[in-house]
């Protein structure tokens, strides 16, 4: 089984921890709807305020629209009667959004600021609040749509144990919550965040080579998905290396071998491991 030392403890109920919060999600985008979606489904805004806000009033009403009692706003005004800003605007986008918040004084009451933003980091973060605001960093990815996201968060310097048990909260509430320091998140962007779009690739490569061996594609889809499903579920649940649970489906002198021997000479270990060695380095530019 897999060390879980490291796992901040699933808030005890979500809902608690959550209501008669004031959460302003600002980027009402892919992942500020996602993430509302996730917290929907999994019933954590039963007791809580929700606002969004958007540069695109379509793109805020269409997340209010999706959840219930939702509202939307203008950036200050919500911020400024938020407990939870969710910062999931573009990494470029961040520091004019931190800039009209202190010019319209909308942080002077300290709220806790999540930045699920890419490459940007904790110090920039509390540079551009002023200071005097509790950061806290998170990446998540798109999964978190279906309660099914896995994000890590850190901490920064005000952030209390308050701060770091709501925002678990609210990232336990749509999948898997870690604790790490942040010197990790560019890999965990690598692999949390920009990992699906790799798995998509390889999800779409195997299912056009079984329709090139005549299956039907939806048939070949759902094979696909349930297969790299139940692998994923195998290495988490057994705790076991991947390499050895490989061992165990290839027969020696049997077709799973020879599958293998295509991939070694595609280079495909070495393809993916640098997949994610670029994608981090250039995660940590996206802040700058
Ligand atoms: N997409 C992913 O899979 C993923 C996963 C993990 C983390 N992230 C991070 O999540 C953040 C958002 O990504 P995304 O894919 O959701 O982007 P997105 O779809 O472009 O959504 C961002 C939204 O924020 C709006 N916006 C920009 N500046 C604003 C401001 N000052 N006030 C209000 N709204 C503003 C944008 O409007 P305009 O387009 O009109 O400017 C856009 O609608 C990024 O920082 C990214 O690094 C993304």
């Not at 540079?127 to 999964?143: E, H, K």
């Not at 896995?150 to 509430?173: K, N, P, Q, W, Y």
Request: aromatic share 2%; hydrophobic share 50%; charged share 20%.
């Amino acid at each position: 089984m897999f060390d879980s030392t490291r796992t901040t403890a699933l808030a005890p109920d979500l809902g608690a921890a959550l209501a008669g919060r004031r959460l302003a999600v600002v980027g009402a985008g892919t992942m500020g709807r996602a993430i509302a979606a996730g917290l929907h489904r999994a019933g954590a805004l039963a007791d809580a305020a929700l606002t969004a806000v958007d540069h695109r009033r379509a793109g805020a009403r269409a997340l209010a629209h999706e959840i219930p009692g939702a509202g939307v706003r203008d950036l200050a005004d919500a911020c400024r009667d938020a407990d939870v800003v969710l910062l999931c605007v573009k990494p470029k986008d961040v520091p004019e959004a931190l800039a009209a918040l202190r010019a319209a004084d909308a942080l002077a009451h300290a709220p806790l600021l999540v930045s699920i933003c890419a490459g940007v980091t904790i110090a920039a973060l509390e540079q551009g609040t002023g200071g005097a605001v509790p950061v806290v960093r998170a990446m998540p990815n798109t999964a978190s749509q279906i309660g099914r996201g896995c994000t890590v968060v850190s901490r920064g310097a005000l952030a209390t144990d308050e701060h770091m048990a709501v925002a678990t909260a609210i990232f336990s509430g749509v999948g898997r919550c870690l604790t790490l320091d942040e010197r990790h998140l560019d890999a965990v962007t690598a692999v949390s965040a920009s990992g699906p779009a790799f798995i998509y690739v390889v999800l779409e490569a195997l299912t056009d080579g079984a329709v090139s061996c005549g299956l039907p594609r939806d048939a070949a889809m759902e094979l696909v998905a349930r297969m790299t499903q139940g692998a994923a579920e195998m290495v988490l649940a057994t705790g076991r290396h991947p390499a050895a649970l490989k061992d165990d489906v290839t027969t020696p002198g049997g077709c799973t071998i020879a599958g293998l021997m295509v991939l070694e000479d595609g280079r495909a270990r070495s393809v993916l491991s640098r997949t994610i060695e670029t994608t981090a380095r250039v995660a940590a530019g996206l802040g700058r």
